[in-house]
Each structure stands twice: as C-alpha cells, then as structure tokens.
C-alpha cells in the first residue's frame, strides 16, 4: 500500500504541472535517484575493445556462402586473409592490403547490405553521404571535416586498404572488425564505392575509383 501510495503522488505531481524538473524530482524523492544526473560518454571517450581472448559472433570465421553463420571453424580454404595490424593501415600504400582481393561483386544485393552496415556504424563520423561534414557528431569533433571518405583521397586507397581500416581500425578510428562480419567488410567497401561515385557526380568528375586493387 505505501508503495501506492507513493506512485499516486508522483502521478498526481505529473498530471498536475507536467513539468520534467518536478518529475525528476518526486523521481528522487521517491526513489532516490533520476536520470538527470547521470554518467555519459562522448563518441570514442570511452572505446574498449573486447578483452583478450575473447571471441565475438563476427570473429573473423568464414561460413560455407554468404549469408550464412559460421561459429565453428574458419573455412579458410575457400578464401584467405593474412593477420594484420594498425601498422599496416598506417600505410595507404601497404602491399599486403592492397593485394586484398575484393570476393564480393558490388551487386544490388551488396550495395544494400553495405548501405545498411555503412549507416549502422560509420555514418555517425563520416556522414550519410560519405563527406565528414556531414556526421552526426560534427560539432564535437570538427576534426571529422577532414575524414571524407567519398573525396579523391579515398577514391584512390585499394579496396583491400579500406576493408583493412573497418577490420582494424587506424589512428583514432577503433576497431570495428570485432561488429562488421568479413563479409559485410566487403559490402561496406563496395557502398563507399558507390558514395564515391555518387559524389563524383555531383562535382560534375569521372566517376571512377581505385576498386580494382
């Protein structure tokens, strides 16, 4: 019954002002506490990888085809790719990166798997369209201006390189090869391919890329 109580009163508070601030207050003298007041991070403040060991869903295992699930052991028969780290992707003309052969067409089928991948976890730092001036969180960190993914810097890294960065990782950008399965690295790879020449479009330029290395 007290806890009745109490809920009646807060929502008698609610419904008599409906102000956030008095809500928040009957919340802390109700309970303690509110979401007013509360610990939070900004974009890549407080980046963890996963811990040493650790194998998550998207491990880097190759399944039978694309589209399927693979947990078990890595198939690489059908398609391999060397260890590497940030020290190579340090480096836009690595060998070792640029001798990545691409397996996925940059089919209907992939542009949008990698439409939604790209807008799932890149768009917030490099824009929508690919151009850093566009990303969510351009005004706390305007150092995004210079990470234009559909500009001819970019235009002219091999697609190994790239998919390289999404595994990886580079400078501030972490890893994200531990959230992007291998596949959908490549699918990724090949929609910024298509913001590149949609890009090149619009500037009135060739649409044309590196996406052959």
């Not at 019954?1 to 008698?12: D, E, I, P, S, T």
């Not at 768009?123 to 201006?145: D, F, N, Q, R, S």
Request: hydrophobic residues 40%.
């Amino acid at each position: 019954m007290r806890n009745v109580g109490r809920f009646a009163l807060l929502a008698g508070l609610v419904l008599s002002t409906g102000a956030c601030n008095t809500l928040d207050d009957a919340m802390v003298r109700v309970f303690g506490r509110s979401m007013r007041d509360q610990s939070s991070f900004d974009p890549y403040e407080n980046t963890q990888l996963p811990a040493p060991g650790a194998v998550s869903f998207s491990s880097g295992n190759f399944p039978a085809a694309r589209g399927e699930v693979n947990l078990g052991t890595p198939n690489a028969a059908d398609y391999f790719v060397p260890d590497f780290t940030q020290a190579q992707t340090a480096d836009p003309g690595n060998a070792l990166l640029a001798s990545l052969e691409n397996p996925v067409p940059a089919a209907e089928a992939s542009l949008a798997r990698g439409e939604e991948i790209y807008n799932r976890n890149c768009a917030v730092c490099h824009g929508v369209e690919g151009i850093g001036t566009g990303a969510y969180v351009m005004e706390k960190w305007p150092a995004l201006a210079a990470y234009n993914l559909a500009g001819e810097t970019v235009q002219g890294y091999p697609d190994g390189y790239i998919y390289g960065m999404i595994r990886v990782g580079r400078g501030m950008m972490p890893s994200y090869g531990h959230a992007v399965t291998h596949f959908d690295r490549w699918n990724v790879v090949n929609y910024v391919r298509s913001l590149q020449a949609r890009y090149n479009e619009a500037q009135g330029a060739p649409a044309t890329t590196n996406g052959e290395n």
